[in-house]
């Protein structure tokens, strides 16, 4: 099954006949990078209305190289351009901030280098100063449910406990971000109180793990995971995974509606509306 790398939104664009404009389309779309079935780097270039690809490109490591066209109006614009050939592909960043496009970029250019380089987000030195967890201790990141996500139902007091997360990550008094980032949101100082004051968590969410993790579950190995690198990766590269809003498929798999996959501000309003619900329903049956 294709494994996604990257993925953001990004429209297509186009050189003017006879002339070195590039017009940009109107349609919104996402530039998707996986590693295919067939074991190469695919370059793809999807319809978020429709769902459809519509570029399928494939990459072999240091053939190609994204970069900006520095001409283009608004400076927004980049060329995907190959060493072996003269073929250019033009696209537009859709992102409503333009904070993290070269964040985009680098990571793009660091998978045309090689297919199985980390990405990197935020301070690029948060990876090599940080002590390595076990490679055991690294989540996996794919757009398909982990094993079992289907049937993981959480209950009204874990939803409860996320909405408070939610509401006390907006009640900071912090300058609002251009968008909210899950980042921002699991992190080591929201996560860690759940396991101490609610142990009950913790075997629930080792079957959601790697396999080979020590047992028996514990709130230490949890901790272990959530201040890894390898977790701040994945929860950043799902967090960019739900900005492309074509992660609807998976977020049924967590019990939550299809327009959750849509965006971050929507997967995290169906939390909470699912924690508003889940404890009503509670409610009603203990009066």
Excluded: C
């Amino acid at each position: 099954m294709a494994e996604t790398l990257l993925a953001f939104k990004a429209g297509r664009a186009f050189r003017r006949p006879g002339t070195n404009f590039v017009d940009p389309q109107p349609e919104k779309g996402a530039i998707v990078l996986t590693n295919s079935e067939d074991g190469l780097l695919h370059f793809t270039w999807k319809n978020r209305r429709t769902g459809e690809v519509q570029e399928d490109l494939i990459l072999f490591p240091s053939d190609a190289s994204f970069v900006k066209v520095p001409q283009a109006t608004g400076g927004r614009v980049y060329v995907l351009k190959f060493s072996s050939s003269d073929q250019r592909h033009f696209f537009w960043m859709q992102d409503a901030s333009s904070a993290r496009d070269e964040e985009f970029v680098n990571n793009v250019n660091r998978l045309l280098e090689n297919p199985e380089e980390n990405l990197q987000w935020g301070s690029t030195s948060t990876a090599t100063s940080q002590p390595q967890a076990p490679t055991s201790a690294q989540p996996s990141v794919s757009t398909q449910p982990a094993a079992g996500a289907a049937n993981f139902q959480a209950t009204p007091e874990q939803l409860a406990q996320l909405q408070a997360l939610l509401q006390s990550a907006g009640a900071a008094g912090a300058p609002p971000a251009p968008e909210l980032s899950l980042t921002d949101i699991l992190t080591p100082a929201n996560l860690t109180p759940l396991f101490t004051s609610h142990p009950e968590l913790i075997p629930t969410l080792f079957p959601h793990l790697p396999p080979d993790l020590p047992m028996p579950p514990s709130a230490e190995v949890l901790n272990r995971v959530i201040n890894s690198p390898q977790f701040r990766a994945a929860v950043a590269n799902f967090d960019q995974a739900l900005r492309t809003g074509m992660l609807g498929d998976l977020v049924r798999g967590l019990g939550l509606p299809a327009e959750a996959g849509t965006g971050i501000v929507p997967f995290l309003n169906a939390i909470q509306e699912q924690a508003n619900r889940e404890g009503g329903e509670d409610s009603m049956e203990t009066d």
